[in-house]
């Protein structure tokens, strides 16, 4: 049985970006994403710092590579262009057994993922938080 797959970007606007330019080519490369096979969620959210975080839980790791087919297309040269490239973050993991990508799981990771430098895996982050609830 295969376990879920997340892949999150974290990262600031680019300085002459706006949040609107970002949302609207969020909602374009979202509707993209959902031709993809195996995509489960996606979820774009600004943090209290003003940092964003792009999460989408896959059906496998596996899955988790349909996205890349995208990677020429114009949707996604718009949104990546909005992007500060010197503050970009990249994570990837498992999922936790049994993961529902429309749980507490997926705020707890999301948050998880905006710790300075995680010192573990997020997945391993992400059931501690859970453990602690």
Known sequence: MTKPWFKAY???????ADAAALLLASANWDRQLQKCRGLMHRELARQVDGSWVDMTVWQSRRASGSDLAFSEERVFIDMVKLIDPKSLRFTQGAAPSGCDPFSDWFEQAASTILSQQPKRPHYEQSRAVTANR
């Open 10 to 16: 974290h990262f600031q606007l680019h300085p002459q």
